[in-house]
């Protein structure tokens, strides 16, 4: 990565600099959307923006994303730094301010759009149960924000396991649910009917995770957003994680903490998994197809 996309001016990472006035900065107050791009275009761009736009709204700060203007600015970038495609980050930061907390609006936020070559995708992966309990969100919803210590404490005691090389980490909720993942959202698959954590545990409602419950209505799954215990995913037929990056993977087994297995994969991708595996590819073919017209 060369350049980095500042307030709309595209810039050499090394000079992509903020305040440290910014609040971003002192408080943590920005949020951000990832995404990934096909044929140079960001696939669910207006939802990504939307829960943006939302988050906004709701910290005060004044910003409303022009779509074009963001698709523009996306292609760009990637032609800039020698990319067909790859992973889009947006950040919106609040912008500088006087020390201490704030009461009124953020009048000029700060935006910085950057990517990255994308990154390969696993078969499938391993799940580890985190002790480490998913936190509560700090306002009404769970915002994509700054304030990521919650996944970054996940990350690190995920790295403690040494038998889950791979693994993405699980958290469950402070009453012992299950939530999400550290960087994704979890569905399971029990008796043909496919199952999602609900809103409820304090999860960040992935727009992948919005698309697939989406595509599961349009091909006649069934799909139920509930409040499941552990129990629930060692007696679940299939187990996958969704990410705007990754997509959805299968994952092909379950360790608790002390490194017991306590569900494993036959091997094979379930029914569901493969449908809605199919079905979002057929999507994001669609997006490049499109692209390539526009």
């Known amino acids: 990565m060369r350049f980095v996309a500042v307030n709309g001016m595209l810039v050499e990472k090394e000079r992509a600099v903020v305040s440290v006035f910014d609040h ?3 408080y943590g107050i920005g ?9 140079g275009a960001p696939f669910l761009l207006d939802r990504h923006l939307a829960r943006l736009a939302d988050g906004c709204r709701r910290l005060g700060i004044r910003h409303e994303p ?10 760009r970038l990637l032609d800039a730094n020698g990319l067909k495609d790859g992973i889009v980050r947006l950040s919106v930061s609040a912008g500088e301010g006087p020390l201490g907390l704030p009461e009124g609006p953020y009048e000029s936020p700060v935006t910085v759009i950057f990517c990255k070559p994308l990154p390969p995708v696993p078969a499938s992966r ?6 480490l309990r998913r936190n509560t969100p700090e306002g009404s919803v769970r915002e994509k924000s700054f304030h990521y210590m919650n996944n970054v404490l996940a990350k690190r005691e995920l790295s403690t396991y040494p038998w889950a090389a791979g693994a993405e980490g699980l958290f469950l909720d402070t009453a012992g ?5 550290v960087v994704s959202n979890v569905f399971f698959a029990a008796g043909g009917v496919l199952h999602t954590p609900s809103a409820e545990t304090g999860i960040l409602p992935g727009v992948t995770r919005g698309e697939v419950l989406r595509l599961a209505a349009e091909d006649g799954i069934e799909a139920r957003e509930g409040l499941y215990g552990v129990d629930d995913l060692w007696r679940a037929d299939e187990l996958f994680l ?10 092909h087994a379950v360790y608790d903490e002390t490194g017991a ?3 494993r994969w036959s091997g094979k991708p379930g029914p569901l998994t493969e449908r809605l595996k199919a079905a979002y590819r057929r999507e994001t073919e669609r997006e490049a197809a499109n692209a390539a017209d526009g």
């Open 242 to 251: 969704t990410n705007s990056g990754q997509e959805l993977v299968p994952v």
């Open 177 to 181: 649910r299950v939530a999400e993942g």
């Open 24 to 26: 971003g900065f002192l």
């Open 126 to 131: 391993p799940l580890q149960l985190l002790r």
């Open 31 to 39: 949020l951000f959307e990832t995404m990934r791009t096909y044929g």
């Open 261 to 263: 297995v306590r569900w």
């Open 66 to 75: 022009d779509e074009g203007e963001v698709r523009r600015l996306i292609r």
